[in-house]
């Protein structure tokens, strides 16, 4: 489907909820075109949102060739479901993803959308702390081996601490902004991060132990035991609808056409990333693939701890940019209609940041919360909800079965089904003895 300007007429019109402008509204819309992002910050922005290393996980669960077919098919649709979104806000005349709701099913539709978004942003800022929990940690006592064994100095080789204290002092103080721009510098630096953690993975692979490695005979296996939780998992590293509109809003000059790029350019980013880590890091661990790759690695590798403390920088500038989201989920559908207040701000970026840094201590099973959030949250938001608001705002009196509107049809259909079946089994397996999940108090 054609997601371009040149189709849909809407380039020229602005994102706003009400019938007209007041001089407020134009002087806000003023003051943003000078002050947001170029296009680079925005594609830093979306793309560190995207990427992430859960990746060989998914090709584990679903068999290599259906993985690989699976992130491409998927990276397509999100490309497409992203631009979607900034259509279905020009088509309804909103400005956030909770107003397209709101205007296309009423209030059921607000509080769906607002739940769903703020599952997910959680969801990522849980595992985004599990994964600071599983890579700092690792690099402190390979720098100090005998820091374990001290009175005091051994918090910091502690999982509970290390996660604490990056996020109370790193995520923090960066999840205070209110510009998601401000971020883009330091987003910048995160994709740095994540080129090593792909070259630290493709080149260490080959060199572990026989007894690190998995079951050669597996690798080239066609269709995996959990290709519904695979979608899940891969969903959560693709989907950043959640916040296409704040990084759409982020531009200096926002309009379809440079929203377009910037979608483009990150998926495309992304996807190669994702590739060049979950091709080489499935064919060395095969059937033994954990949920966070560098895990599958020991602890004395000292390309991999690099690595290990680019994914855990990395995280330190993801985790913000969910928070931003869970925020403005709170800001707009409790205070809408209210004027930014700088102690609802913090109260609510403080209490947010605790209970996810909490569920991080407590949690080290990375795979489960991946297939949770991305099947749950990820697949409604990025398949269900944009096409099913595109239907409801296109013209009426083309058939389902058109050109223009069979593909939103399938690929909601597909969002459900992937939804039920990907939710159902992630549940059963940390509830069932053969699951085994992982708590770390």
């Known amino acids: 489907m054609d997601a371009s300007s040149s189709r849909h007429g ?9 019938d007209g402008q007041t001089d407020e509204d134009l002087e ?9 992002g170029n296009m680079l910050d925005s594609v830093a922005n979306m793309a560190n949102s995207i990427l992430g290393a859960g990746l060989p996980y998914a090709i584990n669960q679903a068999g290599f060739f259906a993985g690989l077919i699976l992130l491409v098919a998927l990276c397509g649709v999100t490309d ?32 769906a959308v607002s739940f769903f978004q703020f599952a997910f942003a959680f969801g990522g800022m849980c595992a985004f702390g599990i994964i600071i929990g599983d890579t700092i940690p690792h690099v402190i006592r390979s720098i100090f081996p005998r820091l374990p064994s001290m009175p005091v100095l051994s918090l910091f080789a502690n999982r509970q601490f290390i996660i604490a204290l990056c996020t109370i002092c790193v995520s923090y103080p960066l ?9 883009s510098r330091a987003s910048a630096l995160a994709l740095v991060s994540m080129l090593v953690i792909v070259a630290a993975v493709t080149i260490e692979g080959p060199k572990v132990p026989d007894e690190y490695k998995g079951d050669p005979s597996k690798g080239f296996s066609f269709l995996g035991p959990g290709l519904t939780q695979a979608v899940g998992v891969i969903s959560f590293a693709f989907v950043c609808h959640h916040n296409s509109l704040l990084i759409y809003g982020s531009l200096r000059t926002p309009t379809l056409d440079r929203f377009a790029q910037v979608t483009h350019l990150s998926t495309f980013i992304s996807l190669v990333a994702c590739c060049t880590l979950a091709i080489p890091g499935y064919m060395t661990f095969t059937d033994k693939t954990q949920g966070n790759i560098l895990n599958n690695f020991s602890s004395d590798n000292t390309f991999i701890n690099v690595a290990r403390f680019c994914f855990g920088l990395n995280m330190f500038t993801t985790l913000p940019l969910e928070l931003f989201v869970c925020r403005e989920v709170i800001e707009h559908y409790f205070f809408s209609h209210e004027s930014f207040s700088m102690q609802r701000h913090v109260f609510f970026t403080t209490v947010i940041l605790i209970a996810a840094m909490f569920v991080s201590l407590i949690t080290c099973d990375l795979g489960v919360m991946l297939e949770i959030t991305g099947g749950a949250s990820a697949t409604t938001l990025a398949f269900i909800f944009p096409t099913a608001c595109y239907i409801q705002l296109s013209d009426p009196a083309r058939p389902w079965h058109s050109r223009q509107k069979l593909p939103a049809y399938a690929i909601c259909a597909f969002g459900i089904v992937v939804m039920v079946f990907t939710l159902y089994q992630a549940l059963a397996k940390s509830w069932t003895p053969e699951g085994d999940p992982k708590i770390c108090m």
């Open 10 to 18: 809407l380039d020229a019109l602005p994102l706003r909820s009400g």
């Open 80 to 111: 497409w479901t992203i631009r979607l979104i900034v259509i279905n806000a020009k088509l309804s005349g909103s400005q956030s993803y909770i107003d397209i709701m709101t205007r296309c099913f009423g209030s059921s539709g607000r509080a």
């Open 175 to 183: 999840s205070l902004y209110r510009d998601i721009h401000k971020l």
């Open 28 to 36: 806000e819309l003023a003051a943003k075109r000078t002050a947001g």
